[in-house]
């Protein structure tokens, strides 16, 4: 099924089993490691290159989110860490820029995510989301978190609206 794309001018992400496969190694000193897919941050960068909006709202708190929000091109202000109340942080994203939430994708896997998707102009979950998190969701990625879910929807909306074009200048530009 084809979807209308046209509205969207932001994404938010949640960040474990959506822009990773839900894994986390966890060191002695109790430091947390995730993998994150490097066609997913592709097309990130690629929507901020072209001027979408972009924002993590996650449960997870630690500095490697950050850090792999900033390579992203994701402004801190913009990096909602600990967010117990993820729909109170997706109105403040909105909020801040002015965006209706029905100009704003967000993806989700779990049952945290759900008031998020009542809320926003389309809801994306994994294919390997949890069975809640995928009935309230107005579209089910055919690729699961972390092994390209983010870029799948990332380049359909992107195509749809024209603007997946890659600037090389620009993108040499931004690091």
């Known amino acids: 099924m084809e979807h209308d794309f046209s509205r969207i001018k932001a994404f ?3 960040v474990d089993g959506v822009m990773t496969d839900g894994g986390i190694l966890c060191d002695l000193e109790g430091e947390l490691y995730r993998t994150f897919d490097s066609k997913d941050g592709f097309a990130i960068r690629m929507a901020a290159m072209n001027g979408y909006l972009l924002s993590i709202i996650t449960g997870g708190r630690s500095a490697s989110i950050r850090a792999r929000a900033h390579s992203l091109l994701i402004p801190d202000a913009d990096v909602y860490l600990s967010s117990r109340r993820k729909a109170e942080d997706f109105d403040d994203f909105c909020k801040r ?8 994708m967000f993806f989700g896997d779990d049952v945290p995510d759900i008031e998020v998707f009542r809320r926003c102009g389309i809801g994306v979950c994994p294919s390997d989301g949890a069975p809640d998190a995928i009935a309230a969701a107005h579209i089910v990625s055919d690729f ?5 879910c983010v870029r799948d929807m990332l380049e359909k909306v992107m195509k749809q609206q024209g603007r997946w074009i890659f600037d090389s200048m620009l993108y040499s530009r931004m690091y």
């Open 144 to 148: 699961p978190g972390g092994r390209g």
């Open 97 to 104: 820029h002015s965006l209706d939430p029905s100009e704003v």
């Open 12 to 14: 938010a992400f949640d």
